[in-house]
């Protein structure tokens, strides 16, 4: 098996222990069925919310909304959404006393941090699009700082795209 196949399957199994209802894709009701062997399947929760450890907050949803990558237009529904895995990942560090453990990792001062947004614009070059890209990145998660020292750290996460056999990717095998 793929490590891609693998990784959706797994993901798929998660939502399934927990109940969650699961479509081919937002425009597509089919319930995704038992695996066959079938490789590349898709699989979409109804909601964005159904994707996420906890509720988006509304400032949160917001800049979600903000970015252009059409996020909350579905994206965010798949089951190996990168942006779904940002926002689970840092959504509950924006409370101070959880920040704490990312800070240490981090080796910044607690009083350092300002505040941490997702899908923000940054640009990486003067004319993305002569270089061959349709705009400047959103990306997932941008924590902000108050120092001197270290301003801001850009995280960008990647779900199954290592293993997605476009340029750069991991062709590795499961067995």
């Not at 990792?105 to 699009?129: D, G, H, T, Y």
């Not at 990145?137 to 779900?159: G, M, Q, W, Y």
Request: proline fraction near 6%; charge should be negative; glycine fraction near 6%.
């Amino acid at each position: 098996m793929k490590a891609e196949t693998y990784l959706v399957e797994r993901q798929i199994a998660w939502a399934v222990r927990n109940h969650i209802k699961l479509m081919k894709s937002p425009g597509q009701q089919d319930s995704v069925e038992e695996f066959d062997g079938e490789e590349n399947r898709t699989a979409y929760t109804t909601t964005p919310e159904d994707n996420l450890f906890e509720p988006m907050r509304d400032d949160v949803k917001t800049q979600f909304q903000s970015g252009d990558g059409g996020e909350l237009g579905g994206k965010m529904q798949a089951l190996y959404s990168s942006s779904a895995l940002g926002c689970n990942l840092f959504h509950h560090l924006r409370d101070l006393p959880h920040q704490s453990c990312l800070l240490d990792a981090l080796q910044i001062p607690l009083e350092a941090a300002v505040s941490i947004q997702f899908e923000q614009k940054r640009p990486v070059m003067e004319n993305p699009r002569n270089q061959g890209f349709p705009r400047d990145p959103n990306l997932d998660v941008v924590i902000r700082f108050e120092s001197r020292r270290h301003l801001e750290t850009a995280i960008e996460c990647k779900f199954r795209e290592p293993w997605s056999g476009k340029p750069g990717g991991n062709q590795s095998q499961i067995s």
